[in-house]
């Protein structure tokens, strides 16, 4: 379509929709009486097209994000082979570590047979490269064998490499790093594990299952064993005491047969597995999705009412499974991190308020619901997303949870998303009063200053929520409607 039929038809919308928003607000009490009957039916109408669009935006990310051996589908394409490279900061790692015969790799194993995630064995890896016949195979043999720790840039290396071949961007990286040398050289790469799995046992009971592993392993007899044991006290314990200080470790009880649900539950509340990536779907489409309904409403004064039922219905729905009343797993899994139903009554519940009561408060007809709104979806949910991927290693002065890269993404889709709607209210003649578009921009970019600094600020749980407050406040008193 060209850009002259593009203006056309825009055109005619605006001019449809301007004409019949005037008309209806300029007829005689009585024709506006029976325009209301119908208006309330359209309003009725809309706010269940609402109702079902949120409802199919809310579940779209389910069918895309929950791994996909959990849900039967054909495997993720590997993006390596399609000729993409992942690039190594949107990389996912959790290092699992442990004592030898800790029982790593036996759950690292049950993990990716169930979940699209990559188990790498540093220890597999060396054992492989000691098969390839050059220098550094024969030096990795003789290490291995002694129970000493390869140098660093072989084992960075080899992981390194098996990472960009997998072409997937999740990892559980069994056996590293064994010592400070280790772990300097992988961070030195750009590449920071999401936390660290620590599988907790005696040293008895790793010295029973490495004597009965019988996998032809030159290190499990008893004296290798005994070596083993003490390297990892002395070299690897300090790794997991420096990430300790950084509450980066997960520990595991590996004393005992470890369901492997316990470390999926681990993983989940962390982040690496499940619906963070339809979580975050979810906060950005639905608030957009919905905002696109609003002209569509009547003009009577019950409009507004009618529209923030959508939200507020889903609130209610939010609070009746948080509390227990009633169960929906789907729900809990592409809405909270941890799959618990309490954090229904945190951060999603105050979302779903927090369009309510912008609805009711603001309408169309002010900028600062609309606005407030954009930040909260468009400009919160880009700053995780954006933090996430490529915020590592710049955190905020005052915040060091958060970073500039999600600081910045915040400032900028917020900025976009605000003056994007509420420029098409102006332009469909649905404010009161009209604004100019410079005002649009300006007004836009000092509030989404605002909202990215109540953004970047360590409230926890009540981020929603802040942000709502400074952006609709900020906008409330520069535009004054
Ligand atoms: N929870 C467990 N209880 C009993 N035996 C286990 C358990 N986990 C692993 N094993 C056995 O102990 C041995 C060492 O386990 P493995 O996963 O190879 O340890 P790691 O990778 O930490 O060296 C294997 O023979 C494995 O079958
Ligand atoms: O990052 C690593 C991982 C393993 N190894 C060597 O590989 C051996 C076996 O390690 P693996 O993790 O396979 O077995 P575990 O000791 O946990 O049973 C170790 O003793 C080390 O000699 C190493 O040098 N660096």
Redesign the pocket.
Known sequence: MSFRSVTWVSRQLRSALQGSTAAALQRDSASLASQQVTWSRMSFGAGLAAAGLATFVTSLPQADCAPAMEKGQAPPINLAKAGFAVPKTSRKIVFVL?G???????QCSRLVAEYDLVHLSAGDLLRAHMKSGTTDGQMVADMIKNGQIVPSYVTVNLLDKAMADSGKTQFLI??FPRNEENRAAFEKTGMEPEFILF?NCPEAVMEK??M??NEGRTDDNAETIRKRFKVFLESSMPIIDYYNKQGKVRKVD?D???STVFIVDLLRSNGVLGPRGCRKATHIGTGLVYLLFWPLYSPGPSAKFVCATVPGLATFYFWMVGIGACRDKSLLERSTRSGQRQELLKGPLWYGLAHTLLTVAFWRTSPSGITAIAMLCAGDGAAEGFGRRYGRGNPLPHNSQKTWAGSTACLIFGFLAAVAYIQTAAYLGLLQPQQPFGSIVATSAIVSLASAAAESLPVGEWDNVVISLVAATSARLLYGC
């Open positions: 442990g030898p015969g800790s029982g790593k790799g036996t069994d056996g599988f299952r490495l009965g592993r590996a005992r047969d470890p």
